[in-house]
C-alpha cells in the first residue's frame, strides 16, 4: 500500500530515516533496502540517532505527523488521511479536532 501511495504522488527517491536506538530498527532499514532493490524502486533507508533534526533540516518533502518536525520543515505531506481514504472505507475514526 505504501509504495502504491507514493507512487501517486511521484517522487524521484524515497527517504526513510529509522532511530538507531529503537528496537528493530535495522532490519526494517534492510527490509527496505532489499525491496526497494528488488522492485526497482529509488528508496533509500538509513538509521541516525537523531533522525527528527535531520528530517527537520532538510529542504525535501517531510512525510510525518510529527508536530515538532511539521512545525519546523517547509515542505510537508501527511499521507495517513490519503491512505485512510484509499485503503479503509470503513475504518472507524474519532475526529478529536
Do not use: C
Not at 6 to 23: C, G, I, N, Y
Not at 61 to 73: E, G, R
Amino acid at each position: 500500500m505504501i509504495e502504491h501511495t507514493l507512487a501517486t504522488f511521484e517522487p524521484d527517491s524515497v527517504q526513510w530515516l529509522f532511530d538507531r536506538p529503537v528496537s528493530n530498527s535495522g532490519r526494517l532499514v534492510q527490509l527496505i533496502r532489499t525491496t526497494a532493490k528488488s522492485h526497482g524502486w529509488n528508496w533509500q533507508s538509513a538509521l541516525h540517532n537523531n533522525p527528527d533534526r535531520v528530517i527537520s533540516t532538510s529542504d525535501r518533502v517531510a512525510m510525518t505527523s510529527d508536530s515538532v518536525i511539521l512545525d519546523a520543515v517547509d515542505h510537508w505531506l501527511n499521507i495517513t488521511p490519503y491512505m485512510l481514504d484509499q485503503y479503509f472505507h470503513d475504518a472507524w475514526l474519532i475526529d478529536l479536532s
